[in-house]
């Protein structure tokens, strides 16, 4: 069973940071391309970042700059550091991950940035 948790969204002004966590279950993380979507109120979901198992990343252009994201395989845990934030940056955020043909999703954590 695999398994996705995020953790630390919440309320945040412009400008102000957040670090997201994602621990995956199992022995399927280090095997699998992991990455950050959001979906912000009236608009679909959109991909926020991803990275591969050879741990090279792809950034939407809007936060591109101002988000990191990285994995520890160790730890089996995938993370998003949102530096600068905006208020066009509020979405729940959801952690997903590929392995060949199989995605999983996470429940998603809300982010908000005042405005």
């Known amino acids: 069973q695999v398994q996705l948790v995020e953790s630390g969204g919440g309320l945040v002004h412009p400008g102000g940071s957040l670090r997201l966590s994602c621990a995956a279950s199992?022995?399927?993380?280090?095997?699998?391309?992991m990455g950050w979507y959001r979906q912000a109120p009236g608009k679909q979901r959109e991909l926020v970042a991803r990275?591969?198992?050879?741990?090279?990343?792809n950034y939407a252009d809007s936060v591109k700059g101002r988000f990191t994201i990285s994995r520890d395989n160790a730890k089996n845990t995938v993370y998003l550091q949102m530096n600068n934030l905006k208020p066009e940056d509020t979405a729940v955020y959801y952690c997903?991950?590929?392995?060949?043909?199989?995605?999983?999703w996470g429940q998603g954590t809300q982010v908000t940035v005042s405005s």
């Open positions: 997903s991950a590929q392995r060949g043909a199989n995605n999983y």
């Open positions: 990275i591969t198992i050879g741990s090279s990343t």
């Open positions: 199992g022995s399927i993380f280090s095997a699998s391309v």
